[in-house]
């Protein structure tokens, strides 16, 4: 499985943007790299995702560097909603655990007023 | 459009006990998986299905754990007899397909007494 390394804690400045880094040294070319958070007492929210090149959608952008080792969750306008255990994965791409997400403790983003 | 549906929400037995999740996936999603959310840990997968098959199974703890999804739509999980240990947070996940985006439900939080 392709492991991922994520700061333990963050915080953040309501309005400011949001950085979080992920380390995935062992990620296979044909695996992906999905964020997904979770608010206190629901189920995990699926954010955004990318192979290689950087991508952007209404919630967040994923900036992937160019050895694939490594990305940054990028929250542009952070708000107290945001508060939330964030979680990098790398998707597994091969043998029977095909599709599979392997969650780790993830990073704790706190926003302040 | 629906999310993931599960239920109930919150569920409060004693040990030995049998209990019984239940979850609706997304119209249309073949794929559905089952995760395990201990206190403070991200979650585990226990059980994927393509369709009604089960095609990974191999952290379900078999001896009191089971689960099916008949006419692979709706599935159910089962623990019989529960134990102390078994409380937690139970999800439910769906993707159209194996290697596409999950989408998690709210959970259903079980505790054990």
């Known amino acids: 499985d392709a492991k991922t390394t994520q700061p333990t804690s963050m915080d953040c400045a309501e309005g400011r943007a949001a950085n979080l880094p992920c380390n995935h040294s062992?990620?296979?070319?044909?695996?992906?790299v999905y964020w997904y958070r979770q608010i206190h007492s629901q189920g995990p929210q699926y954010i955004i995702h990318?192979?290689?090149n950087n991508e952007t959608n209404e919630m967040a952008s994923l900036i992937i560097t160019e050895d694939r080792k490594s990305s940054t969750l990028i929250l542009p306008h952070a708000t107290l909603r945001d508060t939330a255990v964030y979680y990098c994965?790398?998707?597994?791409?091969?043998?029977?655990?095909?599709?599979?997400?392997?969650f780790g403790q993830g990073t704790i983003l706190t926003v302040h007023p | 459009e629906a999310g993931v549906v599960q239920s109930p929400r919150y569920k409060i037995i004693e040990k030995k006990q049998p209990v019984a999740f239940w979850c609706n996936p997304i119209s249309g999603h073949n794929t559905l998986y089952w995760y395990l959310q201990n206190l403070g840990q991200g979650p585990e997968l226990l059980i994927r299905?393509?369709?009604?098959?089960?095609?990974?199974d191999s952290q379900l703890p078999k001896d009191r754990f089971s689960a099916e999804r008949l006419k692979g739509v709706d599935s159910t999980l089962k623990i019989q007899p529960a134990e102390l240990g078994d409380s937690a947070v139970y999800l439910c996940a769906s993707s159209p397909g194996k290697k596409e985006t999950q989408y998690f439900g709210p959970g259903t939080r079980l505790l054990v007494l």
């Open positions: 299905y393509e369709n009604e098959e089960a095609v990974d």
């Open positions: 990318g192979l290689k």
């Open positions: 994965i790398v998707l597994q791409a091969g043998g029977t655990s095909y599709g599979k997400l392997t």
């Open positions: 062992t990620i296979s070319g044909n695996e992906y």
